[in-house]
């Protein structure tokens, strides 16, 4: 089954930067397009940033351009989010995420919080 594990959050203080990583197995990787998403306490999933399935093309929320980055290791079946600059809003947690066909499927997310 398809299944998508997250890793590398944690602590950071605003200015700092930190990479989070995605594990992916159960389905052919390099056939589908991937997608970092956060969720604010008290606010909705928003988007961060996707990427192709051959990591050719990318696109970020306007909050995060500049700051962050995609990548995508379709060898290793993995994701990463490069996250530098970051401020306190940035604190979340970050979710890797695929659509194959109409479902949606996600990991279980891992903390980043952002704080002096």
């Known amino acids: 089954q398809v299944q998508l594990v997250e890793s590398g959050g944690g602590l950071v203080q605003p200015g700092g930067s930190l990479s989070v990583s995605c594990a992916a197995s159960?389905?052919?990787?390099?056939?589908?397009?991937m997608s970092w998403y956060r969720q604010a306490a008290g606010k909705e999933r928003e988007l961060v940033a996707f990427?192709?399935?051959?990591?050719?093309?990318?696109n970020y929320a306007d909050s995060v351009k500049g700051r962050f980055t995609i990548s995508r290791d379709n060898a290793k079946n993995t994701v990463n989010l490069q996250m530098n600059n970051l401020k306190p809003e940035d604190t979340a947690v970050y979710y890797c995420?695929?659509?194959?066909?109409?479902?949606?499927?996600w990991g279980q997310g891992t903390q980043v919080t952002v704080s002096s």
């Open positions: 995420s695929t659509q194959i066909g109409s479902s949606y499927f």
């Open positions: 990427i192709t399935r051959d990591g050719g093309n990318t």
């Open positions: 159960g389905f052919t990787f390099r056939r589908y397009s």
